[in-house]
């Protein structure tokens, strides 16, 4: 088993839900809090004592007009009773408000920092297919926007939906039971707004869920452009790049504005109609007190308590945006999570110490949006121990073989077996664990040297490192740097030239000491000299130890146990390279365009 914490654990079990999966976006958010709801309870009960004067202040300012309208005497005791009482409830608002805020808080941090575990640990389990077909960029926004939005809309429902519910209630209840026709008033502020909401939400709805996705789609496309500044500054396509931003923010602009006039429009057509409301009820109490049905005190009571409806249920449809697109986010985090497009093989077999031998029988490949294969019918036999280098055109599927040893992708039909284990059985991550990969494409991170040559490891002997060091032609990269191996090589390795960063990746790959080695063009970026004393290395690395290479140059394979040359998908020859070159058939064909 996977080891997972117990936040990111219920949260992953809660998205593969069918009552999450199927249910509504209120259910959801309901579901997330399981767990939290003592915390909601609490900070419920103590936003009642710190609202309280909300209600206390129009009953108190009740009670002194209603004595001075009608003095029996000179006697001002209810005036200083009526102040201590709004005092002592005005002054609770402080403690009150710290306590119902931390935890509300509990709650909603809880939640934020659980989705954004679980998020982050769901990518990791998800196929490479998958995050192929998705930028990086949209899924930082999930990450980031959509967990903020959620989180936004948590507190809402917290500050603005149950305060506001809790207010229409107290102030109705308080109205009643003086004056039911007042009260039956009252009642006709809920239709109102329900009413108001059904006319609006579905524009709003559509306006939100266009403007996320065109959100979603230009963070994917800055991670691009940032990315592919150096290739744009190269070919002199700056205007070209600014031009395709430009595009897209003219198509966030006129959604963001379509959404924006569609808010305005929802917000002032509530307010409207709700000021209108509460003119007509000021003119209703006037006419009752004048007919003597109520004191004029009372008018100001039932004006206090029907402006706290009014404005609790303005401020659930001023915030009713911010839901929408709260539950949009939360829509949008549940694709990700609900996701069934997890790692290709979910076996169970621990892999023990290998030895290193593969069969490929009938293998054959192709990608989920194609038909085309990428592979057919594909056989290979490797020994424990032995090299094989895989050459051929841009396309033969190269790559997809390192890929498929890999465990990244699963072949559509024919199986792989490693040491006669089919590899459907075994659990990925014990078997990863013994494999070291050298990509075509470096991948660092931003950090030390030394963290990215020990990257995943603990406790790695001094001598071991400087070691493999040595081995990897490093030793005079690292003399030059002002903090050698503790020099910050920024994000990506961009302070790094392309050779020495090839080089940390094979530093790498060699302090694992792995039983299968990949290499994938791993000394394309290197220099005549530096290759030749990092095949001199390699060469000790790769003894004993079973390795796949993919190779463009040929003369790099020399020493390979077999060369298998790719064509369309096919193995069109196997053999060592002076078998090959003998044959004068597709590998010397290969050799010859390189002579």
């Not at 509504?24 to 004592?49: A, D, E, H, P």
């Not at 949006?369 to 990428?374: A, E, G, L, P, S």
Request: proline share 3%; charged share 20%; net charge neutral.
């Amino acid at each position: 088993m996977k080891a997972k914490s117990a936040l990111s654990l219920d949260f992953e079990q809660l998205f593969m839900d069918s009552r999450v999966t199927k249910g509504s976006g209120l259910r959801t958010l309901l579901l997330l809090y399981k767990g939290q709801y003592l915390n909601l309870i609490l900070s419920l009960i103590f936003f009642v004592i710190k609202h309280s004067p909300v209600w206390v202040i129009p009953i108190v300012t009740a009670d002194m007009i209603n004595h001075l309208s009608q003095p029996a005497d000179g006697d001002l005791s209810w005036l200083w009773i009526d102040l201590i009482i709004v005092s002592l409830v005005i002054i609770q608002n402080i403690p009150s408000q710290i306590i119902h805020v931390s935890f509300m808080s509990r709650s909603s941090r809880h939640i934020e920092a659980g989705l954004r575990g679980t998020m982050i640990r769901k990518l990791q389990h998800l196929s490479m297919s998958y995050h192929s077909d998705l930028r990086s960029g949209k899924l930082q926004a999930k990450v980031l926007r959509d967990v903020e939005a959620i989180e936004t809309l948590s507190k809402q429902m917290m500050y603005a939906f149950m305060p506001a519910v809790l207010n229409v209630v107290v102030s109705f209840i308080l109205t009643a039971v003086n004056n039911l026709s007042v009260a039956s008033f009252f009642i006709l502020v809920a239709p109102t707004g329900i009413l108001i909401v059904s006319l609006f939400r579905k524009n709003l709805r559509t306006r939100n869920r266009e403007f996320r996705k065109e959100i979603e789609n230009m963070s994917g496309q800055v991670a691009e452009t940032v990315e592919m500044i150096p290739v744009t500054r190269a070919h002199g396509l700056e205007q070209v790049e600014i031009e395709k931003v430009e595009k897209t923010l003219r198509e966030i602009k006129g959604k963001g504005y379509k959404l924006d006039v569609a808010e305005a429009f929802f917000g002032s057509s509530s307010w409207v109609v709700f000021m209108l409301f509460q003119m007509v009820c000021l003119g209703f109490t006037c006419m009752m007190a004048y007919r003597g049905s109520i004191q004029v005190g009372d008018v100001v009571m039932y004006q206090g308590f029907f402006q706290t409806i009014l404005m609790s249920v303005n401020g659930i449809l001023n915030v009713y945006p911010q839901f929408a697109k709260g539950f949009e986010s939360l829509n949008s985090v549940r694709e990700l999570l609900s996701s069934t497009e997890t790692e290709e093989y979910q076996g169970t077999q621990k892999a023990d110490r290998l030895k290193g031998s593969f069969q490929f029988r009938n293998v054959h490949f192709h990608y989920n949006d194609t038909d085309k294969h990428v592979l057919r019918d594909f056989n290979l036999e490797v020994k424990p121990g032995e090299c094989i280098a895989f050459v051929g055109e841009s396309g033969a599927g190269k790559s997809t073989v390192l890929n498929m040893v890999v465990g990244f992708y699963r072949p559509t039909n024919g199986w792989i077996e490693v040491d006669g284990v089919p590899l459907d059985d075994l659990e990925m991550r014990s078997y990863r664990q013994q494999l070291a990969v050298v990509p075509q494409n470096t991948i660092l991170f931003s950090g030390t040297i030394r963290s990215n040559i020990t990257y995943g490891l603990t406790d790695v002997p001094e001598e071991k490192l400087q070691q493999v060091i040595e081995m990897a032609n490093l030793k005079d990269v690292i003399d030059a740097m002002p903090q050698g191996l503790e020099t910050s090589i920024g994000e990506h390795g961009s302070k790094l030239s392309g050779g020495q960063r090839q080089r940390i990746a094979i530093a790498r790959a060699m302090i694992r000491d792995p039983q299968i080695i990949l290499l994938d063009e791993a000394t394309s970026a290197l220099d005549n000299v530096s290759e030749f004393k990092v095949q001199k290395a390699m060469r000790e690395l790769v003894r004993g130890r079973t390795t796949f290479i993919v190779a463009h140059r040929l003369s790099t394979i020399r020493d390979a146990d077999r060369i298998v040359v790719m064509k369309s998908g096919q193995v069109a020859e196997v053999g060592t390279f002076e078998e090959l070159m003998e044959r004068r058939g597709a590998f010397y064909e290969l050799k010859q365009m390189q002579a």
